[in-house]
């Protein structure tokens, strides 16, 4: 069972830590050059103008009066209105996130599968030419640039063979009644494929030299020897015996890339020409469209914080050796 006092002590700090965050946001995008009044006046404006834009954006305020009305609309959801878009900053981030969690989680769906399938595969035949031949493709794979391996990708599959688009996210005159139909529709999927690809090639690295490396510790712990004495078949012993407590570091690495991946989305977004988070995030910064900005790195880190709250308690389900608070 998990110790529901540690499990509040976490959830607790999880709550200030995502507090203490988005204090350090709203005075850091203020002490940028310029402050946020850069972004928005023009000098052409009179001054009457300006004066009407300040207080529309509420910035004639004290920066204490600021920093308090930040925080009681953040715990409302309500994360102010984009000064290049004109729209509130809670609608434009969700749409740009859900762009990016549909081309991430089907990439770290597939390549964390695949990583942790071959990565037991390889520790168990460790030692052999086929596991020293598997490794050096990793390490070549892993150590290329994934923005790279993207324009590789384009350059062959869309440009000189024409099987699939070179970016975007929908074809030309694609409608979509809604979220769902958007994202299962075949005109999503057919722009989906190359840049899941790109990624998948990247990410699945990172789960398999995990996975081995921890195999190969398992496989030498005693039990081990106990299920081959009692005559049970190497796949029972591989998946249900070693696998199963090796994958546990493989959670954690899990939890915390998918956080930062998020962000880290920027260059196969722009190399795609996807409109996801990362590559908006980076567009609100050079723009100086602070709002935004400041609620995409919000977001992402409440998401890293978030995933590390959830990886503890999915060790308590994976190993029941593992109980959280020490009881």
Known sequence: MV????????????????????????????????????????????????????????????LWKQYLLYMWQLLHLNLGQSFYYGQTVKTLILDRFYNTMALMLTAFLISYTVGIYLGAQLGWIRGTSKERAGMLVVL?????????TGMIVLYVFAFKLNLFPLGGMRGVGAQYSGPVSKFLSVDFLYHLVLPVFTLC????????????????????????DTARAKGLTNRRILFRHAARNAVLPVVTAFAIAIGFAVGGQVLIETVFSWPGLGREMVKASLRSDYPVAQGAFLLLSTIVISMNFFADLAYTYLDPRVRLGGT
């Open 201 to 224: 090639t990247y990410y699945t690295g990172l789960p398999l030299l995990l996975m081995r490396n921890n195999l190969l510790e398992v496989l030498s712990e005693d039990y081990i």
């Open 140 to 148: 070549l794979v892993r150590s290329t640039p994934v923005f790279w």
């Open 3 to 62: 110790n529901k006092r540690y499990l509040a002590r976490r959830f607790l700090l999880m709550v200030i830590s995502i507090f203490t965050v988005a204090t350090i946001l709203f005075f850091l995008f203020r002490m940028v050059p310029g402050g946020p009044m850069s972004a928005i006046m023009s000098p052409r404006m009179t001054e009457a103008a300006r004066q009407r834009v300040i207080e529309n954006f509420g910035l004639n305020e004290p």
